[in-house]
C-alpha cells in the first residue's frame, strides 16, 4: 500500500508540475518586458533630455544674443542722436558761413579800396610793384574759383606787407624822370619816414617832398650819406649813423 500511494503522488506531481510553470514563465515574460519597456523608457527620457538641454542652451544662447542685440541697438541709438545733433551744428555752422560770407564780400571790396587809396597817397615807393598787388586783388575779388577764405588771406597778406615796410629799410633800382629825362636811379627808402634817390653816376641825388608831392633835388652834401645807406640798405656795409634830411610831421601834413 505505501508504494502505490507514492506513485499516486508522483503521477499528479508530474501531470501538475507544467502547469505550474507557465505563471513563472508569464512572470519572467512580464518582468522582461517590463525591464524593456523601463529601457525604452530611459532612452526616451534620455533624448528628451538631450533635446531639452539643447534647447535650454539654444535658449541662454538666444537670451545672450538678445542682450547684444540690445546693447548694439543703444548705440547705434545714441549714434544716431549725435548725427542728429552734428547735423543741427552742421546746417547751423553753414547759415553762419553763408551769413559772414555775404557780410565779409563789402568788407573785401572795401579794403581793396582802401589799400588802393592809401598806396596813391603814400610815398610813390614801388610804385609798379605794389600797384601790381593792388590789381591781383582786384582780379582775385572777381574770380569764382577761389573761396572767399582765401581771397581775405590774400588781402590780409597784402595789408600785412604795406605794415612791414614801415619797419625796414630798402635799396632798389628803377626808372626816375631827372631833368625831364627818365633814367635809371637807385632809391633808397627809410620806412616809411623818407625816400632818396641818386643817379647811377652819383652825381645828382633828391628826396621826396611829401607835402609838396614832388620830387625834389639834394646838395651835394647829401650824396654820400646817401650812397652809404644804400650800401647799408643792401647789407654790403655794417649799420651805421646817417645825416640825411628828414621831413618833419608839420611838413608831411
Not at 23 to 40: F, S, V, W, Y
Not at 98 to 115: S, W
Not at 186 to 213: H, I
Request: hydrophobic share 35%; with cysteine; proline share 6%.
Amino acid at each position: 500500500m505505501p508504494t502505490y500511494r507514492n506513485a499516486t503522488i508522483l503521477c499528479t506531481w508530474l501531470i501538475t508540475s507544467p502547469l505550474q510553470a507557465d505563471p513563472l514563465n508569464q512572470a519572467i515574460d512580464t518582468e522582461t518586458r517590463t525591464l524593456k519597456n523601463a529601457a525604452a523608457s530611459q532612452r526616451r527620457i534620455d533624448r528628451l533630455d538631450d533635446a531639452g538641454r539643447r534647447l535650454f542652451d539654444e535658449y541662454r544662447r538666444t537670451l545672450r544674443e538678445i542682450d547684444t542685440m540690445q546693447v548694439y541697438v543703444d548705440h547705434l541709438k545714441s549714434l544716431v542722436a549725435s548725427q542728429r545733433e552734428e547735423k543741427r551744428e552742421m546746417e547751423r555752422q553753414l547759415e553762419e558761413i553763408a551769413r559772414a560770407e555775404r557780410e565779409i564780400v563789402p568788407l573785401m571790396i572795401q579794403m581793396v579800396d582802401t589799400l588802393e587809396r592809401f598806396v596813391q597817397l603814400d610815398t610813390p615807393f614801388l610804385p609798379e610793384e605794389r600797384r601790381q598787388r593792388i590789381d591781383q586783388l582786384k582780379r582775385l575779388l572777381t574770380s569764382a574759383e577761389i573761396s572767399s577764405a582765401e581771397k581775405f588771406r590774400r588781402i590780409l597778406e597784402a595789408y600785412q606787407i604795406e605794415n612791414d615796410y614801415a619797419r625796414t629799410i630798402e635799396a632798389y633800382r628803377a626808372e626816375l624822370e631827372v631833368d625831364d629825362e627818365k633814367r635809371p636811379v637807385d632809391f633808397l627808402r627809410l620806412g616809411r619816414v623818407a625816400l632818396f634817390y641818386q643817379t647811377l653816376d652819383g652825381e645828382r641825388s633828391g628826396f621826396w617832398n611829401p607835402r609838396k608831392k614832388r620830387w625834389e633835388s639834394l646838395p651835394d652834401e647829401f650824396r654820400r650819406p646817401i650812397r652809404q645807406g644804400l650800401r647799408i640798405a643792401r647789407k654790403e656795409a655794417a649799420p651805421d649813423l646817417l645825416t640825411l634830411p628828414i621831413p618833419t610831421p608839420e611838413a608831411a601834413q
